[in-house]
Nanobody, 121 residues
Framework: VQLQASGGGLVQAGGSLTLSCAAS????????MGWFRQDPGKEREFVAA????????YYADFVKGRFTISRSTAKNTVYLQMDSLKPEDTATYYC???????????????WGQGTLVTVSS
């Protein structure tokens, strides 16, 4: 399976962006789709995840109330709606495919290529 992330860009602080990640094949109900982000020189950190079948969602504390993860089972696509963006949200965002809603990169098997989000102050 291949994951294609898109939607990054430059936005002012307080603004919004929506990231998309489309899978090249059907995503099975047992899968978990996640979003991570990474700054150069830093570890990749968990942002959010969603169980494909149930739609249960999981968030890092620093994005709760600002970011929303959702999915379209018909389009095999996961989304990350990002509101109230802050300069510290600047990073390359990666989508990932796994089987458990882990907040570490290790359990995820497939990764998208990343999409850059830059938030200006």
């Amino acid at each position: 399976v291949q994951l294609q992330a898109s939607g990054g860009g430059l936005v002012q602080a307080g603004g919004s962006l929506t990231l998309s990640c489309a899978a090249s094949t059907r995503i099975f109900s047992s899968a978990v789709m996640g979003w991570f982000r990474q700054d150069p020189g830093k570890e990749r950190e968990f942002v959010a995840a969603i169980r494909w079948g149930r739609g249960s969602t999981y968030y890092a504390d620093f994005v709760k109330g600002r970011f929303t993860i959702s999915r379209s089972t018909a389009k095999n696509t996961v989304y990350l709606q990002m509101d109230s963006l802050k300069p510290e949200d600047t990073a390359t965002y990666y989508c990932a495919w796994g089987t458990s809603p882990a907040n570490k990169p290790g359990p995820y098997d497939r990764w998208g290529q990343g999409t850059l989000v830059t938030v200006s102050s």
